[in-house]
């Protein structure tokens, strides 16, 4: 395209004056040369840059890529074609210094979600009195009901049916009968077809229903609700809570409006998955081994539980978390086989009307 | 605008009349209209071809006989927005978020360039990478604050207070004078990368001012009832004012706060007929006092609209800049209808990606029912995949249509209406300003963005 000019509109960026000018492609230098009054503007072409996204496309705003604040305002995109990087992008930032800040916001973020806030919430757990513990634990188990609903209409109820409930409750209180003073323990079952249980602060058990048709006999029940009166009394869902209010908080940060909208839903279900360590699970187990010893139920009874997770193999979605993910489910199994004492006496802990009572708490 | 004309290489002399054309038929192709812009394309018989003698009055039409008086026109398609809304929407969803600042800055070109006070159309330099870097910042710097306070309130709200509420009101709270020391900041940003005619405007550093001033006065207002909520509106206005800039020329609020409670009649009208309606309630005419309370229900949603724009219009008679004086006409049924009209279309547009998945969610669940069986783990973990992806679909799909449609069905026509109102008289007077320094602003917008400060753009 040779021989381009056309009028146009200067700016000098010093003051807001706007100086009709020509503008005229000179092909051979590569050069658009801007004539407006006494002085001649060269631009280089490779230098030029069209101003992106721009609303009007009647006009066509033109800058030169070293320089912040000079214009150019031709009357139609003409020249356009003629530039030959009119769209490359004008360094704003060196990106050196994006990298540094970059792994600095990483390394903080890291430092806090890893260190400061679990640190933090191990130390204050100490101190939560055990009613700020139970208004808690009530708090989160209302959010777990309405985040497990599917219909979106109402949180998924509670099982309640009287005479289930009732066996319930005197399990319950053969297996606390002859242990140490625990905190109040109350014992939910929700319905809902997932294989899970889990603790809450504020010592709140929480069972499914698919758990309760799961297991084949009350003790691999009573094993669960046992390994779960373990983690309370380590008070480690308190521990998670208060983690998780640090965690939740910095990750939205991090994820802004609506990337961060969809993680911050499904953080809040992976809160029923508590990823407790290696070795909260190994004292809950032993807790649990202990109080099914006093309760004068096998402590195989867990092991039992364990391998019938293991064979659900990937349907078992809740548990997998809690009791298969650990590579150390087998060393589990082992240890719980381990724990019967010699000779000891074989007891059932309810008669089988009253475990097929149990099974029907939620119709 | 100075007679600085100056002569081309033909000799033909060409006006110092800025093109572009007048207000709202949007996209109106200029080659079309007569005056020194209407030159034809075809550039190679150029110098053959005489050129036709530029007729005066293309750029007439827009600033009329009176150079000294410049309107602005807004030029701009929604569909393009809309497209432009949903890409980048799309790109950000990819991207976890982080395309977000090119989004944004992408759609603030896109506004900034429709808006052309005197046919001039003013440009957004903010740049994605800078906006990255401040994001990082603030990250570095809020990332320490949010988690440890949110744990911190946590523990407090649940040890002695007992309650989750408790948490929310305090972390609320906490955080109400930091919204407005981003919105502050925010503002310096914008304003930092916002030119017109090559010259930058610019805001004064004062955020924790604002945000001390804005607490007072947001109390003041509560206290009061409502009463106060002009002099609530008119100082804040008054220190953002004040510390804005036009190059090295400082805007200046003039005005008093009593003149705002004009703008308030119709909220006193709304409150007056609550009132009526409250007593007519108390004394037992339930029919003729709910029909009133509708009325005053009505009338003070209608009046919520009428201080916003009337307020607006007040404040920018009376600010001046460098001689300059500003005029704003804008009609507040109009905006309450823009508003209304626009947020019932998009939620109308909202149906298409959710009719369009639910219509996916049928066809697979028909399909299950037909072909899995129960005992089929593997493919009903396919199925259960499939329906996660789905539902992160409709979220997504909901979410971009949202915002693109939002953006093309309220925020394009608001803005046309301001914009198409606003004069500039005195504007001979703008040509002695000089440019101001670059405001380096290092921190960009990253709390705003970190603490989502309400402004969409
Ligand atoms: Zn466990």
Partial sequence: MTGFTSAGEFLDGRTPTVRPSQASLDAARGMLIIACGDDTHEWPLDQIRAVPDQAGQDILVLRRADDPVERLILPDRALLSSLPKPYKRVRAVDGWRILRWASAALCSVALIIFVLVPVMADQLARFIPPEGERALGEVTLEQIRAALDETGMRPIPECRHPEGRAVLDSMIARLTRNSDPLPEITVHVLDHELVNAFALPGGHVVLFEGLIDTAERPEELAAVIAHEIGHVVSRDPTRHALRSAGSIGVLGLIFGDFAGGALVLFLAERLIDAHYSQDAEAAADAFAQEMLIRAEVRPDALADMFERFRAMGGDAEGIVAHFMAHPTLGDRIENARGATPPGFPETRLMNEDDWQTLRRICR | ?457
Wanted: proline fraction near 5%; hydrophobic fraction near 50%; glycine fraction near 12%.
């Fill in chain 2, 1 to 457: 605008m100075p007679p600085a004309a100056c002569t081309t290489a033909r000799g033909a002399r060409i006006t110092t009349r800025p093109f572009g054309h007048i207000g709202l038929t949007q996209d109106t192709p200029s080659e079309n209209l007569p005056g020194p812009w209407s030159r034809a394309r075809g550039l190679d018989h150029e110098e053959a071809a005489p050129r036709p003698a530029p007729a005066p009055g293309f750029g007439e039409r827009l600033t009329g006989d009176d150079p000294d008086v410049l309107r602005t026109s807004f030029i701009g398609r929604r569909l393009r927005l809309f497209w432009l809304v949903l890409k980048s929407g799309f790109l950000t969803v990819l991207t976890l978020g982080i395309y977000r600042f090119w989004m944004k800055t992408r759609i603030r070109r896109w506004f900034w360039s429709a808006i052309r006070p005197g046919g001039h159309p003013l440009e957004y330099v903010g740049d994605p990478f800078e906006k990255l870097l401040g994001f990082l910042f603030a990250v570095v710097i809020l990332a320490f604050y949010i988690g440890i306070v949110n744990l911190l309130l946590m523990f407090v709200s649940f040890a002695v207070l007992n309650g989750n509420v408790a948490a929310y009101i305090l972390s609320f709270v906490g955080v109400i004078p930091l919204w407005f020391f981003a919105q502050y900041r925010a503002r310096r940003y914008v304003l930092a990368r916002t030119r017109w005619r090559g010259l930058r405007f610019g805001l004064e550093p004062g955020a924790w001012g604002y945000a001390f001033r804005a607490l007072g006065y947001w109390a003041l207002t509560l206290l009061s009832g409502g009463l106060l909520w002009p002099l609530m509106t008119f100082r804040l206005e008054q220190y953002k004012s004040d510390r804005t800039f036009f190059g090295a020329a400082r805007l200046r609020q003039g005005g008093r706060w009593t003149m705002l409670y004009g703008a308030m009649k119709p909220l006193f009208l709304g409150a007056g007929l609550g009132l009526a309606a409250a007593g007519m309630i108390a004394l037992g005419f339930a029919g003729w006092g709910s029909t009133i309370a509708l009325c005053a229900g009505l009338t003070l949603f209608y009046g919520l609209f009428h201080y916003r724009v009337e307020s607006l219009k007040r404040l920018t008679a009376t600010k001046r800049l460098a001689g300059a004086r500003l005029e704003l006409q804008a009609r507040p049924w109009r905006i309450l209808w823009i508003t209304v009209f626009g947020y019932g279309l998009t939620a109308l547009a909202l149906l298409v990606p959710m009719v369009a998945i639910g219509i996916a969610l049928s066809a697979m669940l028909g399909e299950s029912v037909m072909t899995l069986s129960p005992q089929d783990l593997s493919l009903n973990d396919l199925g259960g995949a499939v329906l996660i992806a789905l539902s992160l679909m409709l979220y997504f799909g909901v979410f971009l249509m949202w915002s693109a449609a939002s953006h093309a069905l309220v925020t394009v026509p608001t803005l046309q209406h301001y914009a198409s109102g606003l004069v500039i008289r005195g504007a001979e007077s703008l040509n002695g300003v000089h440019q101001r320094a670059r405001d380096a602003h290092t921190e960009a917008e990253g709390f705003a963005d970190a603490l989502d400060v309400g402004a969409s753009l």
